[in-house]
Every structure is written in C-alpha cells, then in structure tokens.
C-alpha cells in the first residue's frame, strides 16, 4: 500500500502531458482508432507502469520504455510534437534522470544523465524545442534545456524552494512556485532566467497555477482569505480576483483548451467532487457529485466538451470520462488493478 500511494502521489504531480503528431507509432499489442489517446498509469502487470488506450477506453497497451531497469520509478510523461518522443522521469536507484523514448517505448535515451542531481516533473515548451524540469541538488530549482539535453540553464537559482514549472501558451514565460519570500507564491521567469516576477504577491500559500489558454490569465489556488479558494490574475500580476470565495477547500484548478471554464477540485459537497465554473464565478456546477468517492487528476479532452479524471471508489482507482453537463459518466478502465493519472493526448 506504501508503495502504491507514493506511485500514485509521484505520478499525479501537476501531471501535464501535450501532445502532436503526425508520425504515429503504436504499441504493437493495441490498436488506436482515433488520432486522440488517453495515457494513464496502471498497476495491472503486478507493477506501476504507463499505459495507452482509445479515448472509449479500449484497446489498452502498456508502454514499456525498452531498456529501463525494470525496477525504475517512471513518473510524469509528456509528449514532444517536434521530435515525436515522450519525455518522462525515472527514478533508478537513489538518481532520477529525464528520459526519452518513442510512443511504443523504443529508442530510449536518458537526456539528462547527472548521477549527482535528480531531475523531476518535466514539462514540454509549446513549440516542443525545450523542456523545463525540477532539478534537485542542494535545493529545488527550475532549470531549462534542449531535448537533446544541451544548453541547460538555471533559471531560479537560489536557495529556496522553487518547483511546477508551467510554460506559456506562447512559450515566452514559465510559471513555478517559490518560497523565496517566506511563503510559497507564483512567479514567473523568461526562459532565459531574466526578468524574475512574483505575480501572485500573496500573505498566504499560493500553488496549483494554471494558464489561461490565450495566455492573458493565470489561476490558482490560495489560502490567503483564510480557505483554499481558486483565484484569478492578469498574467501581468495585476486584478487579481478571489473566483471560488467559499469556506471549502478548492484546489488544482485546469483551464478549458477553448477558454470558457475552469475545473476544480472541492470538497465542499462533502467528498473530493470536480467542479467548472466561468471565468467570471457564474456557472458554478458540481461536475461529479459522488459523496462516497474521491476524484482528481483533472484533463480535459481538446473539444473542452468532456472530462476525463481518476476516481477512488471503495479503495479502487478507476479513470472515469464525464460530459460537462454531468452526464454519460463512463468508467474507462473498470478493471481491478489500480488505474490513475489519465491525461486526453491529441495525435495529429
């Protein structure tokens, strides 16, 4: 059980995946009928390992990165549009490096490869040219580099806490939190290290960020009004707004890729329930409203029409698609191993 939570635990951190491409290779195992898949994690071989599936949940096939000690710690994929590749961390040992590897998990190559620093939570720049990642030495700090694992940089050096990078839709900034100033708030960096900004200037801890699509927005989740509340801001750090405003807790908010809405998580409907709402608090609606469940790992599919989550159900993990009126609920996986961290992947 120890196990398996912190698989889980790794594997849900601020799990993003992008995903682009024309060069499709597949698992030999599975057949994907649409140019969108869903990529999850599941404990069905006996072991945490990544899997692949069509968006109605069939035709599952494991991901298997050839090559990677089979005891590994993979955790947080991405996909690369321009060099067609997954990017993930994996943990070997006491180090975890950045790897890279094909759809079907051949060609594996580890791009980092510091035996003295561990690399976590990668994430893709839009154009898919550069990726930045949590390095790990003798605190946290966000670096940036190459895919092919030149030009690294250090763009937070300091020693304070400085973690989940986030790009800009446009790929000209990156959002991380960082306790630098006491308390842990959002900043944003260019991805050359100039022009270091706290934007979210909060008394209380601000986490979970999350761009808005055109980029002009940014939301979060803070308890600097006494309860974990969503808030909204210009991405210039100004107007900021309390979104949510309720005694509850509400965290991880994920914008809509048309813009529209903003899904959440809340408790205040006495269980862990996925929440949307306007941009403007209107439209507030209980997406899932299951009290004796507890859903997270929020993505939205592209057409911003449906959401796909995990749900815990009687200590069993299941992935779970939804439409946005609270409809068609499906269970994707309905299997009885252990089923987390979907995220909707997008193959053109």
């Given amino acids: 059980m120890v196990n398996r939570n912190f698989m889980i635990f790794l594997a849900l951190l601020s799990f993003l995946v992008s995903a682009c491409s024309s060069n499709r290779v597949f698992p030999s195992n599975g057949k994907l009928l649409y140019n969108e898949a869903i990529i999850f994690f599941s404990n069905r071989g006996g072991s945490d390992h990544l899997y692949i599936m069509n968006p109605d949940g069939s035709n599952p096939s494991e991901i298997h990165p050839i090559g990677l000690d089979e005891n590994a710690l993979v955790s947080k994929p991405i996909w690369s549009s321009v060099i067609n590749k997954i990017i993930f ?14 759809i079907n998990g051949s060609n594996l190559t580890n791009i980092t490869n510091t035996p003295l620093q561990t690399e976590a939570h990668p994430v893709s720049s839009p154009n898919g040219q550069l990726v930045a990642y949590v390095g790990i030495e003798l605190d946290l700090d966000i670096f940036v580099m190459r895919l092919d694992g030149t030009g690294r940089t250090n763009l937070s050096e300091h020693p304070a806490r400085d973690a989940s990078p986030i790009w800009s839709p446009d790929g000209r900034r990156i959002l991380f939190n960082s306790n630098r100033e006491g308390t842990p708030n959002v900043y944003v960096v260019n991805p050359d290290g100039t022009d270091l900004t706290n934007i979210s200037r909060g008394r209380g801890q601000d986490s979970g960020a999350s761009w808005s699509p055109n980029g002009q927005w940014i939301a979060f989740e803070s308890d600097r009004d006494g309860s974990m509340d969503i808030f909204i801001i ?12 309720h005694p509850a807790r509400d965290t991880e908010p994920l914008w809509s890729p048309d813009g529209r809405m903003i899904a959440f998580r809340s408790d205040r409907a006495e269980g862990s329930d996925i929440f949307i709402i306007r941009k403007d608090g209107t439209s507030l609606f209980n997406l899932t409203n299951s009290p004796n469940e507890r859903e997270f790992a929020i993505s939205w599919a592209p057409d911003s029409q449906h959401i796909l989550y995990a749900a815990e159900i009687n200590d069993q993990f299941d992935i779970f698609l939804v439409d946005l009126d609270g409809s068609n609920v499906m269970n994707l996986t309905n299997h009885p191993a252990d089923d987390f961290a979907p995220e909707w992947i997008k193959l053109e």
């Fill in 89 to 102: 961390s994996a943990t070997v040992g006491h180090n975890s490096d950045l790897y890279s590897m094909d």
């Fill in 234 to 245: 210009d991405a210039d750090g100004e107007n900021i707004g309390n979104l949510t405003n």
